[in-house]
């Protein structure tokens, strides 16, 4: 059963429907399985794709934040490796 | 997919036939308690506030959500009960709703021989009008004639990813089809004014959304002072909420996707169709007086905590985001997007809501009607005196 739901096909997130463990498989019909990097808690974000330090995190469709650095697939993603568009002005 | 409803003399469609009892002002709220004791196929309004709320714009709100309601299309009928010596009386306020094409009686507590006589005299005129009222059959509506309102209260880290986005499926679905979509709970757009502002419909608009926004967002420091961060609070944050542009999208979302076509002051009706964005209050009750006010016949309401809140002239469909909210109250959530955790997909989900929204315009009782679980109070911007 899914365990991640892609709110919008632009996202470059997808959101944990529970808790996923490090290592844990990520599974939604829409994406093909990778695994989890790091524990992530329910309703926490996870990279879809590496993400360059810098880049735009995509959510929602929208710009929600900018990666402070590299980012990998299958890692947690939030405020420890990304900051507010807003903060940077 | 036919919808029906009510049709009024300015063309409107209510997907209800109310008689309403409007109290212009708190000191008669015992009055119309007693008329709808008798008369309980009426609905009663219980008013929050008295005089002595002077402020130009306090004024203005009054009147706008007065008129507002007796000008809503789910109702059919009003009879007003006044006082006499209030700001609001009858006397000021009909120039307001005389306008609005249905049966108005007027009553004053101060001129009808007290409380009780008053209370006597309207209740034979609701009876009398209700059996007027109740004659009116359904007919067709045309979707272009439906103004739905999207709110969210009582949220929860899974309101943002299952019920509004869910919502927000619901709200393309509905502007593709030629309704009217409101959203509004301008501190929660706070962080996101650049993503509305791109999807505005012009210049003009998305000058409304940037002047909407920041002024939500002094005001918020205005009151909150040092703890204005707390908008994105710790809370937010173990949700996985990791910016306030975040949060806000969480909230933004359940208006879906479409181009903004117009923003209305709190509680004015929208000239546009398509999404339309409210400068109101994200407050339950307010937020939904003013929806009430903007001519929507139905509100959309997600909640992740289990808020039971209706409010009296509108059907209110309450969405839960997770099934344990869904079980521990059965009597007061309509329907669970928390199923989107446990394998059903998007789209059934987004099915299944405009079925019942569907089902309730044509008449089927939300759970908060047949609880009765409603509140009627406003935005007011200055103390009273």
Redesign the interface.
């Known amino acids: ?2 365990n991640v ?1 892609m ?1 919008h096909p632009r996202d470059n997130v997808v ?4 808790k996923i463990a490090a290592g844990e498989k990520v599974i939604s ?1 829409s994406l093909e399985t990778f695994t989890a990097l790091n524990e992530i ?5 996870i990279a879809l794709r590496d993400i360059a330090s810098g880049e735009e ?1 995509i ?7 900018v990666s402070t650095r590299t980012i990998r697939k299958g890692e947690w ?3 420890h490796n ?5 903060c940077k002005k | 997919m036919t919808i029906n409803g009510y049709m009024r003399k300015n063309g409107d469609f209510g997907t209800r036939n109310h008689v309403l009892i409007l109290p212009t002002v708190f000191c008669v709220n015992g009055v119309v308690r007693k008329i709808v004791k008798e008369v309980p196929e009426a609905v009663g309004i219980n008013h929050a506030y008295g005089c002595s709320r002077g402020g130009l714009r306090d004024i203005e709100i009054l009147f706008r959500m007065l008129s507002g309601m007796v000008h809503n299309p789910n109702v059919g009928g009003v009879i007003l009960v006044g006082l006499g010596c209030e700001v609001s009386n009858s006397k000021n306020l009909m120039p307001h709703i005389q306008d609005a094409g249905k049966p108005i009686e007027i009553f004053n507590v101060q001129d009808d021989g007290g409380s009780l006589k008053t209370a006597e005299k309207a209740t034979a005129a609701a009876r009398q009008m209700l059996e007027k009222v109740n004659c009116q059959q359904r007919v067709p509506m045309p979707w272009n004639k439906l103004t739905v309102s999207m709110k969210c209260g009582g949220s929860d880290a899974m309101s943002g990813v299952t019920a509004n986005t869910a919502l927000g499926a619901v709200s393309d679905w509905l502007v593709e089809k030629g309704a009217t979509v409101m959203f509004g709970e301008n501190t929660e757009m706070i962080g996101a004014d650049h993503i509305l502002k791109r999807r505005a419909k012009n210049e003009q608009v998305a000058g409304w959304i940037g002047k909407m926004v920041e002024e939500a967002e002094k005001l918020t420091h205005d009151i909150m002072g040092p703890l204005a961060g707390l908008v994105i609070s710790p809370g937010n944050m173990d949700g996985g909420m990791s910016t306030i542009a975040e949060k806000s999208m969480g909230c933004i979302f359940k208006g879906g996707s479409s181009t903004i076509n117009q923003v209305v002051d709190y509680g004015e009706v929208p000239a546009e169709h398509g999404l339309i964005l409210q400068d109101g209050p994200g407050n339950d009750g307010d937020a939904m007086t003013g929806m009430a006010a903007s001519g929507s016949q139905l509100i959309i309401f997600s909640t992740g905590r289990g808020t039971p809140i209706g409010f009296p002239i509108l059907p209110v469909i309450k969405v839960s985001s997770n099934s344990k909210t869904y079980e521990a109250m059965p009597d007061d959530i309509d329907i669970n997007a928390g199923i989107l955790l446990e394998g059903t997909s998007l789209n059934v989900l987004r099915d299944r809501i405009i079925e019942l929204m569907i089902r309730v315009i044509n008449g089927e009782k939300t759970k908060a009607e047949s609880n009765e679980m409603d509140a009627f109070t406003f935005m007011t911007v200055d103390p009273p005196f």
Request: hydrophobic residues 40%.
């Open positions: 059963m899914d739901l709110i959101i944990a429907l529970r019909k808690p329910s309703s926490h974000k995190i959510k929602y469709g929208e710009v929600i934040a993603v939030h405020t990304l900051e507010s568009e807003r």
